[in-house]
């Protein structure tokens, strides 16, 4: 019997969740819907400035407000796991995906990332050939899933889903 995949990701999340789908349309499986939640295409930008001192202090402050010292085993371990994803982002090269793909974009943008991602579809127009909807949910990346967000989120993603492609951006 057939079977409905759903793949999903947020940020670098995303980046995975579109190789996967890529993989599996490779291997002769249909992807119904592919949801990028906030996620972007690091390729467009300039490799030296990737992992950049303005986006280590933050994410530091980050964590600081969160109560976690810097010398923590904890910190530390979360710091060098955003810069290698970072570097893992940035050397992807997505393909070409003529599926349909949902983009989530946090309508308030991170302070570090606002002059790199002012593209309405953060870096991916040249990947996606299928179906595009780009949806906004009000919040800042790094809170789309507190719990005061993560229910509208669900019911984005969940619309999103029942959307027709008539109801779509390409």
């Known amino acids: 019997?057939?079977?409905?995949?759903?793949?999903?990701?947020?940020?670098?999340?995303?980046?995975?969740?579109?190789?996967?789908?890529?993989?599996?349309?490779?291997?002769?499986?249909?992807?119904?819907?592919?949801?990028?939640?906030?996620?972007?295409?690091?390729?467009?930008?300039?490799?030296?400035?990737?992992?950049?001192?303005?986006?280590?202090?933050?994410?530091?402050?980050?964590?600081?407000?969160?109560?976690?010292?810097?010398?923590?085993?904890?910190?530390?371990?979360?710091?060098?796991?955003?810069?290698?994803s970072y570097h893992l982002a940035a050397n992807y090269k997505p393909g070409i995906y003529d599926g349909t793909v949902t983009l989530i974009k946090a309508a308030t943008p991170l302070p570090i990332s606002q002059e790199y991602w002012y593209d309405p579809l953060n870096g991916w127009l040249e990947h996606f050939t299928g179906y595009l909807k780009v949806l906004s949910i009000a919040g800042e990346h790094n809170h789309l899933f507190d719990n005061d967000v993560v229910l509208s989120l669900a019911d984005l993603i969940l619309e999103s889903l029942s959307m027709q492609p008539e109801n779509t951006k390409l």
């Not at 402050?61 to 109560?67: A, C, E, K, S, V």
């Open 1 to 84: 019997f057939p079977v409905t995949i759903l793949i999903g990701g947020w940020s670098f999340g995303g980046v995975v969740a579109l190789e996967m789908a890529m993989q599996l349309k490779l291997a002769g499986e249909l992807t119904e819907d592919l949801v990028l939640i906030d996620s972007f295409n690091f390729a467009v930008r300039d490799k030296n400035k990737i992992f950049s001192t303005d986006q280590r202090n933050f994410i530091t402050q980050y964590l600081i407000d969160r109560g976690l010292s810097l010398e923590s085993s904890e910190a530390q371990s979360i710091i060098n796991e955003f810069e290698h």
